[in-house]
């Protein structure tokens, strides 16, 4: 027999869930009892993304996979749309979807620095535009944000990264001023010593991926605009 566990019953959209710490964020929400979307960029992404729905399935779970451009209006609809048609409403936003220039400030341009602050601060910004009516609707939701930990640290090649990850902090502190009297939390999780390409097993996580949890749990009801730091 299946235990309920902690989050049996929610339903978790995770952007950036074809492979790494999206795909161990996911498999975790779904041992807990939640059924998934999935949500990916690229269409060669596509066979992974089919893999951590595999891995959600395996655990009696539902696992919907989605392509989409979350940084674009159209593509953010789209993941909502697929949540409500699948699950006919949305628990948990896990905001992990970005994308991390590595870029000497001597040849940073305005393009490539509002490009980066598009890709990382644009995505978070619309699903929350998105889903938060949602959560509204029934006074209860968890948003769970990935921030990297240039924004506490920074790092050199990263001045575009770097504010891009401060940009998400600033943004889930001050939204959680706008939730009134709903059980809705927002809060981040900057994982420490990610590796570059960010796309390790799902092993490599086993000590991040417990963050992730509890904040999108009943359990974290008093946690507000607060950034937990594990390691892994």
Excluded at 116 to 144: C, D, E, K, Q, W
Excluded at 149 to 162: D, F, N, P, V
Excluded at 178 to 196: M, R, S, Y
């Amino acid at each position: 027999m299946q235990r309920a566990g902690r989050l049996a019953n929610r339903t978790a959209v995770v952007t950036g869930a074809a492979s790494g710490l999206g795909r161990a964020v996911a498999v975790a929400l779904a041992q807990e009892g939640a059924n998934v979307v999935l949500h990916h960029l690229l269409p060669d992404e596509q066979a992974a993304a089919t893999e951590t729905a595999r891995q959600v399935q395996a655990l009696g779970r539902t696992g919907i996979v989605v392509q989409a451009d979350i940084t674009q209006p159209a593509g953010a609809y789209t993941v909502a749309e697929a949540a409500i048609a699948a699950f006919d409403h949305v628990d948990i936003l896990v905001n992990n979807a970005g994308f991390r220039l590595k870029q000497p400030f001597d040849g940073m341009t305005l393009e490539l620095f509002e490009a980066t602050m598009a890709a990382n601060m644009g995505g978070t910004f619309l699903m929350v535009r998105h889903l938060l009516p949602l959560m509204r609707a029934r006074s209860y939701g968890r948003i769970v944000t990935t921030v990297d930990s240039t924004a506490m640290e920074g790092a050199r090649g990263m001045t575009a990264y770097g504010a891009a990850a401060s940009a998400l902090l600033g943004f889930t502190r001050s939204l959680v001023h706008e939730f009134g009297d709903n059980d809705i939390t927002a809060n981040c999780v900057c994982p420490g010593h990610l590796p570059p390409d960010a796309d390790g097993e799902e092993e490599d996580w086993a000590g991040i991926t417990p963050a992730y949890v509890f904040l999108a749990s009943d359990d974290a009801y008093a946690m507000i605009g607060q950034t937990l730091r594990p390691s892994p």
